[in-house]
T-cell receptor
Framework: LAKTTQPISMDSYEGQEVNITCSHN???????ITWYQQFPSQGPRFIIQGYKTKVTNEVASLFIPADRKSSTLSLPRVSLSDTAVYYCLVVNLNSGYSTLTFGKGTMLLVSP | NAGVTQTPKFRVLKTGQSMTLLCAQD?????MYWYRQDPGMGLRLIHY???????AKGEVPDGYNVSRLKKQNFLLGLESAAPSQTSVYFC????????????FGSGTRLTVV
């Protein structure tokens, strides 16, 4: 399993763009990059997933460089409600029994 | 849509007591999972199931048993609770293996005294 490294915490202010970078130097050819969000007292919620280049949805964008050794989750114009823990995971595409391994994530605190 | 429902939401047990946590999903997902989350530890996989009637061990299976008698339900049992099992337990389901988005329940906070 590719190990991921991400900052333990980040601070931001309302209205700013937040970029959380995750390092996964040992990512394999068949691995996807997936991000989850977890609010206090709730289970994690799937945000976005990608393989290479850029993926965008209504919540966030995911930037993946050509070497795929890192990825950046971009949250545009954050609000107080974006305060949460964000997890970066690497998931094997072809493993019939693969499961998600969650690290400690990045605690994002958005202030007024 | 209910998604993934966990019962109970809170429970206090005495050491040595047993209990069962119930997870129910209404999305017809094949895969179901039980995780535990402790402060500063992230989520750790206890057991999982890839279909009705199947179960498999995860990262921290000791002290727990599971059953998947019906596709929509995944039960987590504690045979003899210990204080080390004080944690928040999350159930999740997915249509396929890890590359598919998981849907998590809201968790069960268990305290063993």
């Amino acid at each position: 399993l590719a190990k991921t490294t991400q900052p333990i915490s980040m601070d931001s202010y309302e209205g700013q763009e937040v970029n959380i970078t995750c390092s996964h130097n040992n990512i394999a050819t068949n691995d996807y990059i997936t991000w989850y969000q977890q609010f206090p007292s709730q289970g994690p919620r799937f945000i976005i997933q990608g393989y290479k280049t850029k993926v965008t949805n209504e919540v966030a964008s995911l930037f993946i460089p050509a070497d795929r050794k890192s990825s950046t989750l971009s949250l545009p114009r954050v609000s107080l409600s974006d305060t949460a823990v964000y997890y970066c995971l690497v998931v094997n595409l072809n493993s019939g029994y693969s499961t998600l391994t969650f690290g400690k994530g990045t605690m994002l605190l958005v202030s007024p | 849509n209910a998604g993934v429902t966990q019962t109970p939401k809170f429970r206090v047990l005495k050491t040595g007591q047993s209990m069962t946590l119930l997870c129910a999903q209404d999305m017809n997902h094949e895969y179901m999972y039980w995780y535990r989350q402790d402060p500063g530890m992230g989520l750790r996989l206890i057991h999982y199931s890839v279909g009705e009637g199947t179960t498999a061990k995860g990262e921290v299976p000791d002290g727990y048993n599971v059953s998947r008698l019906k596709k929509q339900n995944f039960l987590l049992g504690l045979e003899s609770a210990a204080p080390s099992q004080t944690s928040v337990y999350f159930c999740a389901s997915s249509q396929g293996p890890g590359s598919y988005g998981y849907t998590f329940g809201s968790g069960t906070r268990l305290t063993v005294v």
